[in-house]
């Protein structure tokens, strides 16, 4: 299962004398890793749990679908 | 500063911010206590009692000690902070000197209500700068787990930190281990 990439940008702070750098990860990502830091930009991969759930959402769209053209199917025997 | 971590799964697929000559991909796989590690088909067993980390000072709470004990179930109490802002969590290790470093780390966090917890793992190249490598958040109230691991070349030391989402609610976490192996 690959995980998708993004291109975000960074945050700086400074607490205690220390900077931390973190990325700005896309809304709704809930775990991300760093594929590598380029200046004010990082790249990023989102977790299993994030690419599980759009999967999930494919197959759920897909279902869906099927669902929408078996009814089609039906209708008109059930009608006449 | 190649860096790439893996999702916590049996068998992890770990490839490189940075192409490294003759290394095109290599796999991470768990068990027990050991690390199977394979590049270009050549099979590698990495010992976590061996790490290179094991017996080194936490250096976030030195008395605790289980976090670089070369033990992946061994862990502690769970340490809690009631921060908006990022603090120490419960474990980090200073390796001495930039290097190549394998890094695997376990470590679980909840949040005491329905706020979220962040925690994250940062590195440093040198005790001032510290690169977020993973995040994760959760509004479970019971333990989340997750492992992942690096390859990096551009830093020396590794610790955990994290914070709440909401003030007045506790963020949770505790460190199963940190296991830093010198490639």
């Given amino acids: ?80 | 500063m190649p860096v790439r971590i893996a999702p916590p799964a049996q068998e992890m697929r770990l490839k490189f911010a940075r192409e490294i000559p003759g290394v095109l991909t290599y796999t991470l796989g768990a068990s027990g206590n050991l690390l199977t590690v394979e590049i270009d088909r050549m099979r590698y067993v990495l010992d976590v009692a061996k790490a290179d980390s094991v017996g080194k000072q936490n250096m976030n709470y030195p008395d605790r000690a289980y976090a670089f004990d070369g033990d992946l179930d061994t862990t502690g109490s769970f340490l809690t902070t009631d921060s908006l802002t990022y603090v120490p969590g419960d474990a980090g290790v200073d390796m001495g000197r930039v290097d190549g470093y394998l890094v695997y780390f376990k470590v679980g966090y909840y949040n005491q209500s329905t706020a979220d917890t962040y925690v994250a793992f940062e590195a440093s190249p040198d005790l001032a700068n510290w690169y977020a490598l993973w995040s994760a958040r959760t509004n479970y109230s019971t333990e989340q787990i997750s492992t992942a691991h690096f390859y990096v070349t551009s830093y020396r030391a590794f610790r955990f930190v994290f914070r709440t989402g909401r003030s007045g609610v506790s963020a949770a976490m505790r460190t199963y281990e940190i296991a830093v192996f010198r490639i």
């Fill in chain 1, 1 to 80: 299962m690959s995980m998708p990439r993004y291109r975000v940008r960074v945050e700086k702070f400074v607490r205690d004398g220390e900077t931390h750098i973190f990325p700005i990860p896309p809304p709704g990502v809930t775990e991300y890793y760093v594929v590598g830091y380029y200046d004010d930009e990082a790249e990023i991969e989102v977790g299993a749990r994030e690419t599980e759930i759009e999967m999930l959402r494919r197959e759920l769209e897909d279902l869906k679908r099927r669902v929408s053209e078996l009814e089609k199917a039906v209708m008109p025997r059930a009608t006449a």
